[in-house]
T-cell receptor
Framework: GAVVSQHPSWVICKSGTSVKIECRSLDFQATTMFWYRQFPKQSLMLMAT?????????EQGVEKDKFLINHASLTLSTLTVTSAHPEDSSFYIC??????????FGPGTRLTVT | AQTVTQSQPEMSVQEAETVTLSCTYDTSESDYYLFWYKQPPSRQMILVIR??????QNATENRFSVNFQKAAKSFSLKISDSQLGDAAMYFC???????????FGSGTQLTVLP
């Protein structure tokens, strides 16, 4: 099956710094990738849709200047949390669409902001 | 907008027994897909089973099967011969045929008792 990787799997950063999370489709090309946020014992909340070669589409209530998304190639999308604060601590998951309707999920990144 | 409802926040089942997780959805579309995902403690999202709305036959995958009632907009998951490894959070999700964004239910935490 299709594989999606995320890096890093866990990151701790200080308040006010920026953190970049990478999402890669390893064995397929993905014109569209998605970024989710998940709090403990809750469902996945879609943050934004990342489109290769164009600007990301953000969901209502998601600050685009805080969560910068770049989809520079057909296999890589990045999420940068700028000026991170403790309330940004969460589990971030990406998914990618091959040329079919299915989505494949990365293993997630646990972000802790101290 | 589409909504997905899982009315059982928690369920438990005895090992080797059968359990059914409920899911209902709301849509005005005729072309869509439904999924059940499993999220174990590792938090990796794993696809359990998929159902295309145009297919009348209920999907099955080994011990997992669905009861897809299109008119009632119901999509329940049956797990037979439950195993300890089935313990996880289960999410029901909807994918529009015209869009690529998944809509998730709130999840059902399944505990398997030895």
């Amino acid at each position: 099956g299709a594989v999606v990787s995320q890096h890093p799997s866990w990151v701790i950063c200080k308040s006010g710094t920026s953190v970049k999370i990478e999402c890669r489709s390893l064995d397929f090309q993905a014109t569209t990738m998605f970024w989710y946020r998940q709090f403990p014992k809750q469902s996945l909340m879609l943050m934004a849709t990342s489109n290769e070669g164009s600007k990301a589409t953000y969901e209502q209530g998601v600050e685009k200047d805080k969560f910068l998304i770049n989809h520079a190639s057909l296999t890589l999308s990045t999420l940068t949390v700028t000026s991170a604060h403790p309330e940004d601590s969460s589990f971030y998951i990406c998914s990618a669409n091959p040329p079919s309707y299915e989505q494949y999920f990365g293993p997630g990144t646990r972000l802790t902001v101290t | 907008a589409q909504t997905v409802t899982q009315s059982q926040p928690e369920m438990s089942v005895q090992e080797a027994e059968t359990v059914t997780l409920s899911c209902t959805y709301d849509t005005s579309e005729s072309d869509y897909y439904l999924f059940w995902y499993k999220q174990p403690p590792s938090r990796q999202m794993i696809l359990v089973i998929r159902q295309e709305a145009y297919k009348q036959q209920n999907a099955t995958e080994n011990r997992f099967s669905v009861n897809f009632q299109k008119a009632a907009k119901s999509f329940s998951l049956k797990i037979s011969d439950s195993q300890l490894g089935d313990a996880a959070m289960y999410f029901c999700s909807y994918l529009s045929g015209s869009a690529r964004q998944l809509t998730f239910g709130s999840g059902t935490q399944l505990t398997v008792l030895p």
